[in-house]
């Protein structure tokens, strides 16, 4: 219906609005993009038939962006490290690839945490990322950048990772759709830091998106033959999901209580689903949840099969130079000399904290795979859980150094290996977005993935930033 170089200059255009207030994107390759489009143009009025090119090309003009921590051919690839602020991408990532070549046209990186691992996007390479509901606000983490974007309507589809709500997060923050997919189907090569030891099966990669119908095609693509192991075209009956609620994780002393406007947003949604599906929502108290941070930590932090050690974060952020030292760092960020944020060195300092109990490490992780056992057994082929995305809907800037690990509401699922999706559910009484994580058993992302969509139907999706 529209030429795909006018769709292109569109988001073009938008990104050139917009981008100077919430500094999302970080670098732009629009020529190369316009470049794209218009050979997607002459490609469509020489072709073959509709039905043939949709075929080989289902993505094909859509334009995307995609977390700067992900390579991108000719882009930076840095994630936030100051040290690798001349590291250029010299090919795709797996999935940047598979998006290519399903005809995808990619407008450009976007900001994240320094080292993905904090929930403000914020570093010393780029600065910091706002939130296009309220600029005073964070855009979640690490794949801030992407949430950000999307919901200003300057793409269409993000790529994401998540080792601890990372995609998850920023959508919730920003009133848009992500998923995490069950873990081992969407490859995660081609980014930096990549998973390494028994992080591997915690680091999921998968699909942002504005609209609920766009995650799945999305995800086919990102998961290419690994999307055999998902049942994304078995017809889902949404009268026959056993649909759990929990309202909180039971009280942790290190997470902040949910708040109440949330939990009348989850409330409206089990009223919703018993009126209209007819269904009786179980309530249910898992009680290891209130553990969640611990667990998530402790396995983290622990040896895998092999016996291979975790690798340390202090590691990664001398990016194989000179070791970094959390406490010096520390006393030269006081005095503005650090090219490290305050999180990191943070996260670095801990690190060594949470190795020195080693007995209590291995209790958590005993408790965390009773826990995977046990939602396992809870959820079985035709469960979904309805679980708080967050304590809080989007925090001011800085403010989460003061509640650190609130995280550990989408953290969890990571390591339990379960697939959830994040919906939007409209906006709060500050105009800033409210929203639920939908969990599955492993391998289950259709049945979350169905009641996305039946959600964004129910309770409006995505809100454009400033129409209300």
């Known amino acids: ?225 690994g999307v055999s192991k998902l049942k994304l075209n078995e017809k889902v009956s949404l009268e026959k999901i056993k649909f759990h609620c929990m309202d909180h994780d039971g009280g942790s002393i290190f997470v902040s209580p949910v708040d109440k406007e949330i939990l009348q947003a989850q409330k409206k949604v089990v009223e919703h689903l018993e009126s209209d599906l007819g269904v009786q929502v179980q309530h249910v108290t898992i009680h290891k949840m209130k553990y969640s941070f611990q667990i998530w930590s402790a396995m983290m932090s622990s040896k895998d099969s092999e016996g291979q050690e975790a690798q340390r974060f202090t590691d990664l952020l001398g990016d194989h130079g000179k070791p970094v030292w959390p406490l010096w760092e520390l006393m030269k960020w006081l005095v503005g000399m650090s090219s490290h944020t305050l999180p990191a060195i943070a996260l670095g300092l801990t690190e060594k904290l949470v190795n020195l109990n080693v007995s209590g490490k291995a209790k958590l992780v005993s408790m965390g795979k009773s ?20 304590p809080t809907v989007a925090p001011k800037h800085h403010s989460p150094i003061c509640m650190p690990f609130n995280f550990a509401y989408t953290a969890i699922f990571n390591v339990l290996g379960l697939p959830v999706t994040q919906c939007p559910l409209g906006l709060g009484s500050e105009g800033l977005p409210l929203g639920i994580q939908l969990v599955a058993a492993a391998y289950n992302d259709h049945l979350t993935l169905a009641v996305a969509r039946y959600l964004e139907k129910a309770f409006g999706g995505w809100v454009l930033p400033g129409e209300v």
């Open 1 to 225: 219906q529209v030429a795909c170089v006018e769709v292109v200059e569109a988001y073009v255009e938008r990104i050139k609005e917009v981008n100077p207030l919430i500094n999302a994107v970080v670098k732009d390759r629009f020529e190369e993009a316009l470049q794209e489009a218009r050979q997607v143009d002459k490609l469509l009025s020489e072709g073959p038939g509709d039905d043939c090119l949709e075929e080989k090309f289902p993505l094909l003009g859509v334009p995307i962006t995609v977390k700067e921590a992900f390579s991108l051919y000719g882009m930076p690839n840095t994630s936030g490290l100051v040290n690798r602020r001349n590291v250029i991408a010299t090919s795709d990532a797996t999935v940047v690839s598979r998006l290519k070549q399903a005809g995808a046209i990619p407008l450009g990186v976007t900001n994240c945490s320094e080292l993905c691992m904090w929930y403000e996007s914020s570093n010393r390479v780029y600065g910091r990322t706002n939130n296009p509901y309220d600029l005073q606000r964070i855009v979640g983490g690490s794949s801030g950048g992407e949430g950000s974007v999307l919901a200003a309507a300057c793409s269409v589809i993000g790529v994401g990772s998540d080792i601890g709500g990372s995609i998850r997060m920023p959508a919730f923050f920003n009133g848009v759709f992500g998923h995490k997919p069950t873990t081992g189907v969407v490859p995660n090569d081609g980014q930096f830091p990549n998973a390494h030891g028994v992080r591997t099966s915690y680091l999921c990669t998968g699909p942002m998106c504005r609209y609920a119908e766009d995650l799945e095609p999305v995800l086919k693509v990102m998961a290419g033959p």
């Open 371 to 390: 826990l995977q056992e046990e939602m396992e057994a809870l959820l079985g082929p035709d469960g979904v859980l309805l679980y708080p995305s967050h």
